[in-house]
């Protein structure tokens, strides 16, 4: 595995083409400390720490099977319209003192239209005003003309999960496809936004569909990779699904940073499951994470996390890096 990453510090880029079948079986040890030589070589040690607010919750109309605020469960998630504007803004405020360096507003549904999204484009302007924050969104399948409104609102990434890999999709979802989610990445892309996009780990899927997700998002050249670690949640179809043990979850994150190497890696939903608060994920390939509260399960704290980032000897802040801007270590 240490050629490996030499190779990928030095240029080399993995495909669907390559034999990718390593990454199942590598020792732990060198996979992790491979994942986070290329971490350490191409993206040096800023971590980018987002935070989201749920926007609007619930009586969602698509079937996600792992999703709390899906109509077709009965979770007894919170139900509530769109916050008003004066609520997300103090939030947004808060979190902007804690140190976060991005905010994202996230609302329930298959997509946002009229009224709906004309109010977000106002509190996006708002919030573009009144805080120096980087802003990003995640609001389903929008058309071109609404992302397209979204960027002239001042967000500057949009957030669109392919959850996880083609094969695997429809026995997740059905009220939407994958290809959907694709044409909405391309899109956003189009519309002159930076693209977030990543999925869930630990739905019951086969190995090889991690690795098919992680080389999709390299295909498509994604910057932000949200890795979410499924927290069964009762009343869902996957709420007695066995959770996914440390070392599982190391080996995936580390296999994701060898397929993006330039990319952030982000620690979602499941730093619960580490004893130690995710230090071994920073030391596996991750550079990025959502801190505070998830959209229906509790999160971290952003003050812990900061302390945790600065005792590793990290950096919170920076941008993530960009197709050919990789950050190489002085000594490369």
């Not at 079948?21 to 971490?39: C, M, N, P, Q, T």
């Not at 996914?244 to 080996?251: C, F, K, P, S, T």
């Amino acid at each position: 595995m240490k050629k490996l990453a030499e190779e990928i510090i030095r240029g080399r880029r993995l495909s669907q083409q390559d034999d990718l079948s390593v990454f199942e079986y590598a020792k732990l040890g060198e996979l992790a400390e491979g994942a986070d030589r290329i971490r350490e070589s191409l993206c040096g040690r800023n971590v980018d720490l987002c935070t989201i607010i749920n926007g609007r919750s619930g009586r969602c109309s698509e079937d996600c099977r792992f999703c709390a605020q899906s109509a077709f469960h009965q979770t007894g998630c919170e139900k509530y319209e769109m916050l008003d504007e004066e609520t997300i803004l103090r939030d947004c405020k808060a979190r902007e003192a804690a140190g976060v360096q991005a905010y994202s507003i996230v609302t329930a549904g298959r997509s946002v239209e009229g009224e709906e999204l004309e109010r977000l484009v106002r509190i996006y302007k708002r919030l573009r005003r009144e805080c120096k924050i980087r802003l990003c969104a995640s609001h389903g399948l929008l058309g071109a003309e609404a992302l397209r409104r979204l960027k002239g609102a001042g967000v500057e990434r949009y957030h669109a999960n392919i959850e996880t890999s083609e094969r695997n999709f429809p026995s997740i979802c059905t009220t939407h496809s994958y290809r959907d989610k694709l044409r909405v990445i391309q899109m956003a892309r189009e519309a002159g936004l930076e693209v977030c996009s990543g999925g869930i780990i630990g739905l019951g899927e086969l190995w090889q569909d991690r690795v098919d997700m992680a080389a999709a998002l390299a295909g498509q050249g994604v910057s932000s990779i949200p890795i979410n670690v499924l927290m069964p949640i009762k009343g869902t179809p996957l709420g007695s699904q066995v959770p996914l043990e440390e070392d599982e979850i190391i080996r995936t994150v580390a296999m994701f940073r060898y397929l993006n190497p330039a990319a952030y890696i982000r620690i979602a939903a499941g730093r619960a499951y580490f004893r130690d608060g995710g230090r071994r994920l920073f030391r596996s390939g991750v550079n990025a994470a959502i801190t505070g509260d998830m959209l229906t399960t509790t999160g971290t704290n952003t003050a812990q996390d900061m302390k945790m980032l600065a005792e590793m000897g990290f950096r919170a802040g920076g941008r993530p890096a960009k197709p050919g801007q990789e950050v190489r270590m002085q000594n490369e």
